[in-house]
């Protein structure tokens, strides 16, 4: 234990050891941090979904078909009508062959990656993919190779170089880089993909919701519904609930039923949140109401901190990073922010390369201008005494 206790004291010395806060309630625009009201700049909850009562509604309800656990994986009788409903939906939704949900976002990447490829394989990876990805590869027998962050002519080299050394070329990139707000260049992707015999894995979590037409994600975006091999998304953000998806052909979905670990190795997901993500997926199907406001919120905070002076990166999207650097004083930031009434996490190393620390400020449908006006002022007050602008 003293080497572990050592790797803590190295983090308190480089000041980013962290004391999760405790929230009470649930996940809206103003929340109860630390027993203390705040606005909440931090959650995933891109719509509001995760509190919505018609999601509450449909919970509620399965909770009492179904009971609270499903009792077994989905290969043995976890399989409730209700997952294979949820599939459909999500199949729907996206206008894709088919979807297979698992329990997480994370459980998915990390599923998915090793069933589809082996040894004779090589996967290529964007270097700013998240870390649900890397996991997944490294769980993988095939080769690897990561390509310079959107870098299509380092992808292209890559392919050049070493496609004719493998039998199947995976290549995997986040929909919406998540700790910038940028959007992957699909276009191009698919087209060297084509180009060079490979398949394409998109991890949409922070795009499935957010962008496409209702919210059908990063595919959608760009018109390449179906073109896309693999992709995949996550029930626990815009969704607002819990469980990771993947939207592939009919014979992939078939393969993954047997080869997809988490499928075979851990319960199926909690039938109240199928219910509710159901729900989710009923009202992006019903009206753009969420995602205007989101977006509308998104512009609105954008324009304010530009107008301030604040240096928020390149995001397409309402992900809005605030660069700092210093890791040191980026989590001082947050810390102090936090004091004066705003929740942003700090994000450094190992989430982002060294010397690129940041806050990375989250819009949601919940907020209005007023809040986020506020959130403004806080910002701008606590940065110039900070010397940060
Ligand atoms: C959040 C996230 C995941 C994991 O999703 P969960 O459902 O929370 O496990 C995977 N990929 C990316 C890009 C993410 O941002």
């Given amino acids: 234990m003293s080497s572990i206790e050592a790797k803590l004291q190295e983090l308190k010395d480089a000041g980013t050891y962290r004391v999760l806060p405790i929230s009470e309630g ?21 719509l509001g979904f995760a509190s919505h009562p018609r999601l509450k509604k449909a919970a509620k309800a399965a909770i009492d ?15 409730m009508d209700i997952h294979e409903k949820l599939d459909a939906t999500i199949a729907k939704f996206k206008h894709e062959e088919a979807a297979l949900v698992f329990q997480s976002g994370f459980a998915c990447n990390a599923g998915v990656i090793q069933a589809i490829t082996d040894e004779n394989d090589l996967i290529i990876s ?5 870390a649900s990805i890397i996991d997944g590869v490294r769980l993988s027998k095939a080769s690897r190779a990561v390509y310079q962050h959107s870098n299509m002519e ?3 080299k890559v392919l050049k170089e070493k496609r004719n050394d493998y039998k199947e070329v995976l290549i995997i990139t986040d929909g919406v880089f998540s ?64 469980g990771g998806y993947v939207c592939c052909s009919k014979t992939a979905r078939d393969y993954l039923l047997h080869r997809g670990r988490p499928l075979l190795f851990s319960t199926a997901l909690m039938p109240a949140a199928a219910a509710a993500a159901i ?33 928020i990166g390149h995001s397409e999207t309402p992900i809005t990073p605030i660069m700092i650097g210093d ?17 942003v996490s700090g994000i450094v190393f190992p989430t982002v390369p060294k010397g690129k620390g ?5 819009v949601s449908a919940l907020h209005n201008q007023v809040m986020l006006s506020q959130a403004v002022d806080i910002l701008y007050e606590t940065a110039k005494e900070m010397k940060i602008l």
């Fill in 327 to 343: 890791e040191a004083k980026t989590m001082a930031f947050s810390r102090e922010l936090l004091k004066r009434g705003v929740f």
């Fill in 154 to 156: 380092d992808l292209e």
């Fill in 179 to 242: 700790m910038d707000g940028d959007i992957a260049k699909l276009p191009e992707i698919v087209r060297l993909a084509k180009k060079y015999k490979a398949m394409t894995y998109v991890d949409d979590a922070h795009g499935s919701g957010v962008l496409g037409h209702s919210g059908r994600g990063t595919v959608d975006h760009f018109g390449l519904t179906g073109q896309v091999d693999f992709a995949m998304g996550t029930l626990s953000k815009a969704i607002g609930v819990i």
């Fill in 65 to 79: 078909t179904y009971g609270v656990g499903a009792g077994a994986v989905r290969t043995i009788v976890g399989n």
């Fill in 358 to 362: 940041r806050v990375r400020c989250m």
């Fill in 126 to 130: 964007d270097e700013l993919n998240h």
């Fill in 26 to 46: 649930p996940c809206e625009a103003i929340i109860t941090l630390n027993g203390k009201k705040v606005i909440n700049l931090s959650s995933n909850n891109y």
């Fill in 279 to 311: 729900e989710a997926f009923a009202m992006l199907e019903e009206s753009t109401e969420y995602t205007d406001k989101l977006w509308a919120n998104a512009k609105f905070f954008k324009a304010k901190l530009a107008e301030k002076g604040f240096d």
